[in-house]
């Protein structure tokens, strides 16, 4: 039950990008089509999923004075295996992805996940952590990069991780009114404020109506209550 | 001249903030007040600037030589982290006034992405041939600082007007509305594209 929890909270409740504001350079800079941030999110996935598990199997020997630089040590030496994996096998993705690749070493998700969660638990509990947070950042992702190529392109277009070749893709919108502005800059942070205050309203909307709920169950209990007398 | 043109560039043109959205998180979180904007505003200058000379020092003269350019990520992390530690302790032996002011942003800056992104463009090859020399690199990166600064600062200001709005729909107060702001901005400077 604590394990689902852990792994369910990273995904919702604790959402790195909509809830914590974490890491949103990235969120924002490679949501521009969906593959990309696909790209980005299985990145931050596989380095939170490295350094958590092998932060919290050493946890007990690192003296906690210089427990930052060695966990930004590790987490540099794993973003640089990661980006050299990448450059090798998803050469394409890597190009597009850019700086932004070498940029998760600050992404503060990573070394956020390091100090309050894997420097405290087990190698378990910290690998279900790692990837609930990873799927709920990579979700986070999905969601911007799919209403920006929406809105912008009108379609998706699907290519493949390894090649960058197009696989498959759709168009709904025309050409002649798909709306450009979400594929810049300035887009791309509107659409992000957005997405945010959709999410505050849908959060918001949940909470009144659990509310109301315990009002009425609270009347009913009252009138029975009284009714008993 | 070249410097004139290099710090509207990267002022007004590519500014980092609003093209390559770095940065972004302390934005949001100190641009609340107008002093502590300053405040980090000057941190960041100074640090950018002189975590570009470290490390392009690094790379040039130790790991081009070496042949491990694939350390560079790993060594300017820690470059950054320490210089800033030690700046924070200068400043606190030495200039304590100053200390007191920049003191909290200082520990900050080691994970804001524009010194670790400034340092990495810094050591850019093209065909194998350095983009920068070293005039030219003290001088992106100074006016990159610059250019954060100005967005740092003038965000701040709008700041101060959001929060007081007491007619903002409920749903975007706070960030929501910060982002959509920013993303206005970020349109308003598209105007000075094509400058130079």
Redesign the interface.
């Known amino acids: 039950m604590k394990k689902r929890k852990i792994f369910i909270d990273g995904i919702f409740a604790n959402n790195a990008a909509f809830m914590l ?2 890491g ?2 990235p969120a ?2 490679t949501t521009s089509s969906f593959m990309s941030a696909l790209g980005m999110g299985i990145a931050v996935l596989a380095t939170l999923i490295l350094t958590n598990v092998v932060i919290s199997a050493i946890r007990r020997w690192v003296p906690n004075e210089i427990r ?2 060695v966990l ?2 590790i987490i ?2 794993t ?2 295996i990661i ?2 994996l990448m450059q090798a096998y998803m050469f394409d993705l890597s190009q597009t992805l850019g ?1 932004y690749l ?2 998760i ?4 998700i990573i ?1 956020g996940r390091a100090e309050a969660f894997a420097m405290k638990n087990n190698v378990l509990d910290s690998l279900i952590d790692a990837v609930g947070t990873g799927i709920g950042f990579m979700l986070g992702l999905l969601a911007l990069a799919f209403a920006r190529e929406f809105l912008g392109t009108g379609g998706i277009a699907f290519t493949s991780l390894l090649t960058g070749q197009p696989i498959w893709g759709f168009q709904i919108i025309p050409d002649n009114y798909t709306i450009g502005l979400f594929q ?7 659409m ?3 997405i ?3 999410i ?2 849908v959060v ?1 909307k949940i909470s009144e109506n659990k509310k109301k709920k315990e009002a009425a169950a609270k009347a009913a209990a009252k009138l029975a209550a009284e009714g008993g007398k | 001249m070249q410097f004139l043109l290099m710090g509207i560039g990267a002022v007004l043109i590519n500014n980092i903030i609003l093209t390559r959205f770095l940065g972004i998180c302390p934005l949001l979180g100190v641009s609340k007040s107008n002093s502590s904007a300053f405040g980090m505003s000057l941190a960041v200058i100074f640090v950018v600037t002189m975590s570009a000379i470290l490390s392009y020092s690094l790379y040039m003269y130790v790991l081009v030589p070496l042949k491990i350019e694939y350390l560079r990520l790993v060594s300017f992390i820690l470059i950054i982290a320490s210089f800033v530690q030690f700046v924070e302790m200068f400043l606190k032996r030495f200039v304590p006034a100053l200390y007191k002011s920049l003191g909290i942003y200082l520990p900050l800056i080691t994970t804001n992405c524009v010194v670790l992104a400034v340092s990495l463009d810094v050591v850019a090859t093209d065909g194998g041939v350095p983009v920068y020399n070293f005039l030219n690199m003290v001088g992106y990166a100074f006016f990159t600082g610059v250019g954060y600064a100005v967005i740092l600062i003038l965000f701040s200001f709008i700041q101060e007007r959001l929060i007081n709005n007491k007619n903002m729909p409920k749903t975007f107060q706070g960030s929501g509305i910060a982002l959509v702001t920013i993303g206005l901005l970020v349109m308003a400077f598209l105007g000075f594209a094509g400058m130079i």
Do not use: D, K, R, W
Not at chain 1, 105 to 108: D, F, K
Not at chain 1, 184 to 190: H, L, Q, W, Y
């Open positions: 504001f974490l949103i350079c924002l800079a930052i630089p930004i040590v540099a030496t973003v640089t980006e050299m700086v070498s940029l070493v600050v992404n503060c070394l810049e800059s300035s887009g791309a942070f509107i992000f404020g957005l945010v205050a959709l505050n309203f918001a």
